[in-house]
């Protein structure tokens, strides 16, 4: 029999009574609530989370990286880099989003959940392969989605569109090559950034 969901200002209260002053931000939008911790408090904070009589957040549901660096007009406390966790509380019908900032923009380092999620293990490697997150603690960060050789990281805002090299196959030396670019570079999409309240959902 699944839980009734608890209002989610009942479940405000009761993630910051757990966490207390671990959390340097709480925001009710669009009736989900999101908590951001700092870098140091981040492990622990998932740890409490998690095992909190109170929250019972079992699952790991998402975790994906982020790139802060234009981002409408709005500027960020710190860090360009960052990672936001989506939770799932089975027993207790609730959930929970998570934010944390790197303090490291040249090299955003933070700590790898793996240990309190299982499920973070793939999440953490595509956030280290498509944003540069280094996860530190975790037992096989390797790139997931690009090739073995492939440089740089294509997910941050001041990767080209068209990459830096390509990939074809050489008849003559009968094997992949790679080379340069040789397309111009273009931006196929115009960037669109919405007002706040667009749609009326501000």
């Known amino acids: 029999m699944t839980a009734t969901a608890v209002p989610v200002e009942t479940l405000r209260d009761a993630a910051l009574a757990a966490l207390g002053q671990r959390v340097v931000h709480a925001e009710i939008r669009l009736g989900e609530l999101t908590l951001q911790v700092l ?31 234009q981002y409408g007009d709005r500027t960020w406390e710190s860090g360009r880099y960052g990672v936001v966790l989506h939770l799932l509380s ?14 490291d923009d040249e090299l955003p380092l933070l700590d790898s959940v793996t240990s309190v999620w299982a499920s973070a293990n793939w999440y953490e490697r595509e956030a280290f392969d498509l944003f540069g997150i280094v996860f530190e603690g975790h ?3 390797r790139r997931i989605l690009t ?16 990459g830096h090299v390509e990939m074809r196959y050489d ?11 040789s397309i111009e570079p273009r931006e196929i999409t115009p960037r669109i950034i919405r007002e706040d309240n667009y749609g009326g959902l501000g």
Do not use: W
Not at 44 to 51: F, P, V
């Open 39 to 69: 870098p140091t408090d981040y492990l622990a904070s998932a740890q409490i989370l998690r095992d909190h009589v109170a929250c019972r957040f079992e699952q790991l549901v998402d975790l994906c990286g982020m790139d802060y660096s």
């Open 90 to 103: 089975v027993s207790l019908n609730q959930r929970l989003r998570l934010k944390v900032l790197a303090q």
């Open 139 to 141: 037992s096989d960060l």
């Open 147 to 162: 090739d073995y050789g492939f440089i740089g990281h294509p997910f941050r805002k001041d990767f080209p569109l068209s």
């Open 171 to 181: 008849a003559q030396q009968r094997r992949v090559i790679y080379q340069p670019v």
